[in-house]
């Protein structure tokens, strides 16, 4: 369910190519292929993999990682991989406390 909301996402962002960050990566660094940039970037070459073939997006944690290594600002990195937003929304779930089961609410009533 989650990859395919995800190719959904991706597909919608029609110049996204993270195919060209990649790439462009591997140039800077002087790699050989993706097997060394995984291990550069520190994360499993399947995570690479799946990022070439559209099934995994770059996520922030990795995109900080990539600004880490490289020294390439995070606006550069995204903008390589057809990221142009201004501006990113936040679930409706993002920022709010999560509801305490009714269990835990008695006890923590108990406990006052």
């Known amino acids: 369910m989650a990859e395919q909301l995800n190719e ?3 597909a919608g962002q029609e ?3 993270p195919n060209r960050l990649l790439d462009t990566l591997l140039e800077k660094m002087n790699l050989k292929n993706d097997a060394a940039l995984s291990r550069m970037l520190e994360v499993a070459p399947p995570v690479i993999s799946k990022i070439r073939h559209r099934r995994l997006p770059i996520g922030a944690s990795l995109l900080i990682r990539m600004h880490e ?3 390439m600002s ?5 903008d390589l ?3 142009r937003r201004t501006k990113y929304r936040l679930s409706d779930a993002q920022g709010k406390p999560k509801p305490v089961p009714e269990a835990a609410a008695q006890q923590q009533g108990a406990l006052h």
């Open 81 to 83: 991989m057809g990221d």
């Open 15 to 17: 110049t996204y190519d």
């Open 8 to 10: 959904h996402a991706l």
């Open 69 to 71: 290594t490289t020294n």
């Open 74 to 78: 995070i606006r550069e990195l995204r």
